[in-house]
């Protein structure tokens, strides 16, 4: 090999890796700033912080009702202790039931006995 044509193909070769690293540049630049757009700023220590900050911002919504949420929450632990009362009262009915099964079987059994 000539060293013309070697030349050549380091040259190629090089242009070659500088497009591949422009290229993972540019993704990685694109990549942050879609976090950019998405979360606000990007990096940095304090970041936790103004995250917390911009979302009670977003947040403060002066349509929130706290008493109707939590009448709501009420009613729906009021409507639970009701569905576990009338669970615990089928399971009592099941239960006798089953026993008095129990003794007609066990009166049918002593009578085809004698």
């Not at 070659?16 to 879609?34: P, T």
């Not at 009448?71 to 576990?84: E, K, R």
Request: with cysteine; aromatic share 8%.
């Amino acid at each position: 090999m000539q060293p013309s044509c070697c030349i050549q193909l380091i040259d190629c070769v090089s242009n070659d890796v500088v497009c591949v690293i422009n290229v993972v540049w540019q993704a990685e630049k694109a990549k942050h700033f879609l976090y950019e757009a998405k979360y606000g700023h990007f990096g940095g220590l304090g970041e936790p912080v103004h995250a917390l900050q911009r979302d009670s911002e977003l947040n403060a919504d002066s349509s929130f009702d706290e008493s109707a949420v939590k009448a709501m929450y009420d009613d729906q632990l009021t409507q639970l202790d009701n569905l576990i009362t009338t669970q615990h009262r089928a399971q009592h009915q099941m239960r006798e039931q089953l026993n008095a099964v129990d003794k007609r079987f066990h009166k049918v059994l002593l009578f085809d006995i004698f």
